[in-house]
């Protein structure tokens, strides 16, 4: 009877770990309990502030419930008593490993209000920008997940490269994290002089760069291999069931990507593939992460070929208060589908703002895939979603 | 009263125990140092290099700052439990190097039976960490006293079977012995015969000092210090000073048995009784290959760490026995 | 079951060349960067050209600018006209942004290159330009009771 029933349940999960669960026949009968414990909300690889509610069997997680809300900030009801250029700074701190994506969704959300035209110009350096924002939050990724792993030298190099490339964001910009640069209407400032020579020379480096420090030491690595193959293994039906977009859906084999399949801005004249993979797991979103860093250096060389002349900014008159109704902006972040829908009251305020991010649903997956693994399985899995507590918790 | 007194029994042995317990502990002093700049380089920044000059004096700022901090203790740990079980791992990693021959005649205790010793009481450090671990009595520090008691325990077959080979091959359990049969230059020193038995060494030395990829115990990322998370201050720089201290002792003994101890790699450099210095410069080659390896490479999860030892490691040191044994009776006149 | 092989081998040859290569590192207080020209740093305001018309104040998203308006004759020519008498602009809330500096008028407040703001107490931290000090708590833009909208259909539906 209990052996049936072990087989049973070995069979619903398919995991590796799960012929060594204990049935609770097995745990009433030689009165084994499980162990309650608290991945608590200050911890050194949360990713941010994030609870888990773990029930462990031995070393194997039976139960895990993620707690969120510690980083709450009540974003959405701050922007409804903010006028509409003022809230472009709120968004910038969402999700702020790939600021410039958060930006850019609640700009097209008003411009969708206004029914307001970019000019070709602003369009392509908001491309460019956004390419260059998802390199500077990819790069860090792949570091963190091998920082939780326990190799603690990638992560350096990865952000030996943000750090150049927040230097250009600087230059451009005025700030190295928090940009501000995307408004409604365009972009705030056109380059300065020299930029697109600076960022030729980066990416190229970048390109050349890719391969030895970050390709070479990682993907060959048997004990990467050993901690990552096979882990977090999801069917495409799980992860579309779940919600999930992004680099985790990508990692399936499901194609879908919002820069392709509802393109919006310059993205409409640029040619890139989109990464997909079929293994489902923590390596597999890996490879997609670094495949999607080429597909965003080959966009950048195609923009910074062909960018247009022009102005930056549409006119949209010295107040923005657009009339009653509501408008919907869909960016493709680094961590995946971003949405913001924007009510509008006919006022200097926005009515309503919600942000729809990423990472809120992609952290579903910890509940649905992590009973049955290994306790230090939970950090690679957290690896393949790669939250950003502000985006989760806004 | 002149001061040949002091070459007698027992005034000898209390002088050379008292001057390797200062070695021990500036060793551990000087490792962290040395830690931090190794990896420092490796991840192409400059580690510290503000205290002293070029930062020399940064583990004796250390030292002081660990002194200052206060002892805290969870409030529902066994207290006699939670405070030796550092002493308990700093006892075994500092009492080993009594056994270590430096130079040529320079050996505090020269037992006939030092790789029984070696092995007696390595064994010991497994149990310091399960003090360590149950007697804070925290979720984190369980999880990392069963992980450790584990680990360690199962590495100690690998440890043990390839010392074997070599106790075959010089037909004695003595330190001494060993390093004096692997006179006459590199080509005489054990690894070359060895060579599996060398790497089987290195590998169960780094889990028996819990070092990357074996650290799991110590698990930084998961259980956010494993058997260590309760203690801070200066029980704390005790745990750590044992940690490094085991790590400088199994690159010792590693020197000792397969790179031929004190010996010159050519004759013609020989020093006489200075050869501590060639010691000295093999020891820190091995300890330099352990950072190297702990910057570059992740760790290994609890069940594929066990898979590893038990049947990677065990069956190559079986084999490589047998190869010994049968070279041993087929070309009695090499060995 | 992990094999050691050559992954492995070839990840420690590229730490052990970087060992050797060039540190990234630039020393901090030693070496400072020269910042580029669109640097958003602290604050300031040049009051002489100050207008008093609470621009600022109305658009910062985190209401770190308080003024206390007053009519007062400044430059003799016999009209009272708005005149900033306490402007306090409060480091700890402010974000960067820079919408301060873009919707002044005549270019009065302005970003300095600093970065390196510290104070002992959190109160020092808010700065004083005018005469006297400002009530924090004044809100600019008091609340405004807002109706719900009248439901339109969606104009076009997908993305912008």
Known sequence: MLREERRAREQNR?????????????????????????????????????????????????????????????????????????????????????????????????????????????????????????????????????????????????????????????????????????????????????????????????????????????????????????????????????????????????????????????????????????AGDVEASYRVRIGEVQQSIRMIKQILENLPEGEVMADLGRRIRPSEGDGFGRAESARGEYVVHVVSDGSDTPYRVRYRTPCTVNMQLLKEIVPGHYLPDIMPIMGLIDPVSGSWDK | MSLDILNQEPFRFLISFGAILFLVLNLAAVLTMAERKVSAYIQLRYGPNRVGPRGLLQPAADVFKLFTKENVSPSRADLWVFLLAPIAMFIPAAAVWLVIPFAPGAVVADLNIAIVFFIAITSIGALGVIMAGYGSRSNFSLLGALRGAAQMISYEVPLILSLLGIVMLTGSLSLVDVVNAQAGGFWHWYFLPQLPMFVVFYIAGLAEARRVPFDLPEGESEISGGFMVEYSGMTWALIQASEFASMGLISAIHVTLFLGGWQPPIDALDLGSFNWIWFGLKTALIIFTFQWIRWTMPRLRMDQLMDFGWKVLVPVCLIWLFVTAGAMLLLPSVF | MPKLGQGILKGMGITLKHLFDRKITRQYPDYQRPLPERSRGMLTVDMDRCIACLQCMRICPDHCISIEQEKRDVDGSGKPKPYAVGFVIDDSRCLYCGLCVEVCPVNCIYHTEEFEIQAYNRLELARQFGERPVDPTIDPRPAVKKKKPAKKAPKKDGAA
């Open chain 1, 14 to 278: 398919g995991g590796r770990a799960s012929g060594r669960l204990a049935g609770p026949d097995v745990r009433d009968e030689f009165g084994l309990e499980t162990l309650e414990m608290n991945m608590g909300p200050q911890h050194p690889a949360m990713h941010g502030l994030l609870r888990l509610i773990l029930e462990l069997d031995g070393e194997t997680v039976v139960r895990c419930d993620p707690v969120m809300g510690y980083l709450h900030r009540s974003k959405e009801k701050i922007s409804e008593n903010r006028m509409y250029p003022s809230v472009v700074p709120i968004t910038d701190r969402i999700d702020y490993m790939n600021n410039i994506a958060m930006e850019y969704g609640y700009c097209m959300a008003v411009e969708d209000l206004l029914d307001a035209e970019i000019p070709p110009r602003a369009d392509a350096i908001r491309a460019l920008l956004n390419e260059l924002g998802r390199i500077m939050s990819h790069i860090p990724s792949i570091g963190f997940l091998l920082l939780e792993l326990g190799a603690f030298t990638p992560i350096l190099y990865a952000f030996r490269e943000r750090e150049r490339i927040q230097n250009m964001f600087e230059a451009i910009t005025g700030a190295r994290m928090m940009f501000h640069y995307i408004r409604i209407g365009g972009v705030k400032a056109d380059l300065p002089e020299g930029m697109p020579e600076q960022m030729w020379e980066y990416i190229e480096g970048l390109e050349k760069r890719l391969k030895p420090d970050f390709m070479d030491l990682i993907e060959g690595n048997e004990i990467f291999i050993a901690r990552t193959r096979g882990v977090g293994k999801m069917t495409q039906e799980k992860a579309i069931e779940m919600g999930l977009t992004g680099p985790p859906l990508r990692c399936t084999g499901v194609s879908y990507d919002v820069r392709r399949d509802y393109p919006y801005g310059w993205y409409k004249n640029l040619a890139f593939d989109v990464i997909t993979d079929e």
